[in-house]
C-alpha cells in the first residue's frame, strides 16, 4: 500500500479513537443548566460565612485553574461566583473526560422504579447496599446514596486533605441534584422488552422525537447548557417564589437521607415518566407487534407537566443541598 495512505489511514483511526475516548458517557443527569441552577439556588440559602468558606474550600480542588474558569461575558462578580458555584455542582460530568476523577456508577441508583410482569423472567438488580467501610474517593462501585454518604463524611472532616474535601464538595452538589432526577433512581423493567439487567438503563433505551430518548429529554428539562439569560429566569422564577419556598422547606422537613430522595423520584418516575403513553407503546414491542420501541412523539400536556415536575425537583435538591452543605461547612 502507499505509504502516504498508510499514513492517512493511521491518523484517521487515532482521530476516531481520542473523539470515542472524550465523547461524554450517555447516562447524564440534570444537563449543565440543572446543575448550574441546584447548585446556586444552594448557594442562595447559606450564610455570608458559609458562603466564603465553600468558595475556599472549592479553590483548593485540583483541576480548579483548568475546569473552573468563568466565561468571559459574565458582567460581574455576582455573576462570577454563581457560575462558579453552579460549576462545581456540574464538575462531576466535566470529570466524565478525566479517567483519574470520573465515577460512572456514581451517577445512578441500581434497581426498578417501575416493573411489568413477572420478576422471575426479569434480571432487576438488588439496590446497593451499605457504604463499604473501605470506600475512597476513588472507589469506582458506589452508587448515588453509598457516594453521598462517603463524600458528606470527607467533606466534614476538616482532618481531610484540602483537595479531597474540594472534590467530595462537588460530588455532594451533583449528587444531590442527581437523586432528583426520575430517571436517576432507577429503570424500567418489562417482559419482552427491557429484560436485561440494565432494564431501559433509566429511560435511555425509549427514543423520543423531542430528543435523543427520554432520559436525555428529562435531563435538559433545566436547560441544556449553561446561558445566563435563561439561568437568570429559572433562578428567580425559585428564589422569589413563596409557593416554591415553601415547597424546599418542606423537602427539608423530611431529611437529609438521600433514600427518601431517591424513593421520591422512583415514585414520580411511575407517575410521570412511564405514563400510559409511554407504556402503550412499549406495550407494542411485548405483544410482538413491533421489533423495538418506536420513536415517541410526545403530546404537549406530558412535556408540560415533566416541565412542573423539574422544577419543583431543581427547588426540593436546592434547598437540600444547602442543608448537606452546611452540615460539611460547619464547625
Not at 48 to 75: G, I, M, S
Not at 195 to 219: F, V, Y
Not at 220 to 238: D, H, N, P, V, W
Request: proline share 5%; net charge neutral.
Amino acid at each position: 500500500m502507499n505509504p502516504t495512505i498508510d499514513r492517512l489511514i493511521h491518523r484517521i483511526i487515532v482521530f476516531v479513537l481520542v473523539v470515542f475516548t472524550i465523547l461524554p458517557a450517555k447516562l447524564l443527569a440534570w444537563s449543565e443548566g440543572g446543575h448550574h441552577l441546584i447548585a446556586a439556588v444552594a448557594f442562595s440559602l447559606l450564610s455570608d460565612k458559609e458562603k466564603t468558606e465553600l468558595l475556599q474550600v472549592l479553590k483548593q480542588h485540583p483541576r480548579f485553574e483548568e475546569d473552573f474558569v468563568p466565561p468571559e461575558k459574565l458582567p460581574n462578580e455576582e455573576e462570577k461566583t454563581r457560575w462558579l458555584v453552579g460549576r462545581s455542582g456540574y464538575w462531576a460530568d466535566v470529570a466524565r473526560r478525566q479517567p483519574k476523577y470520573h465515577r460512572s456508577t456514581w451517577h445512578y441508583e441500581l434497581g426498578a422504579s417501575v416493573i411489568i410482569g413477572s420478576k422471575e423472567n426479569l434480571l432487576v438488580p438488588d439496590r446497593p447496599g451499605a457504604l463499604p467501610i473501605d470506600a475512597t474517593l476513588e472507589t469506582q462501585e458506589l452508587h448515588i446514596a453509598q457516594a453521598l454518604e462517603l463524600c458528606r463524611k470527607v467533606l466534614k472532616d476538616k482532618s481531610q486533605a484540602p483537595i479531597d474535601r474540594a472534590i467530595a464538595l462537588c460530588w455532594i452538589g451533583h449528587l444531590v441534584a442527581d437523586a432528583h432526577q426520575p430517571c436517576h433512581a432507577g429503570s424500567l423493567y418489562m417482559e419482552g422488552v427491557f429484560i436485561e439487567k440494565d432494564g431501559d438503563r433509566g429511560a435511555n433505551r425509549i427514543p423520543t422525537k423531542q430528543k435523543q430518548n427520554m432520559h436525555a429529554l428529562w435531563d435538559q428539562l433545566l436547560g441544556e447548557k449553561f446561558a445566563m439569560t435563561s439561568m437568570r429566569r429559572r433562578y428567580g422564577e425559585i428564589v422569589t417564589s413563596d409557593e416554591l419556598r415553601k415547597v424546599g422547606e418542606s423537602a427539608v422537613s423530611k431529611g437529609l437521607d438521600p433514600q427518601i430522595w431517591l424513593e421520591e423520584s422512583r415514585q414520580l418516575a411511575t407517575e410521570h415518566v412511564y405514563t400510559p403513553i409511554v407504556l402503550e407503546q412499549l406495550t407494542r414491542v411485548s405483544r410482538g407487534l413491533v421489533e423495538k420501541p418506536e420513536v415517541l412523539d410526545l403530546p404537549e400536556d406530558y412535556l408540560k407537566n415533566a416541565g412542573r415536575i423539574a422544577q419543583i425537583r431543581a427547588t426540593e435538591a436546592g434547598f437540600r443541598l444547602a442543608g448537606v452543605w452546611k452540615e460539611g461547612l460547619g464547625e
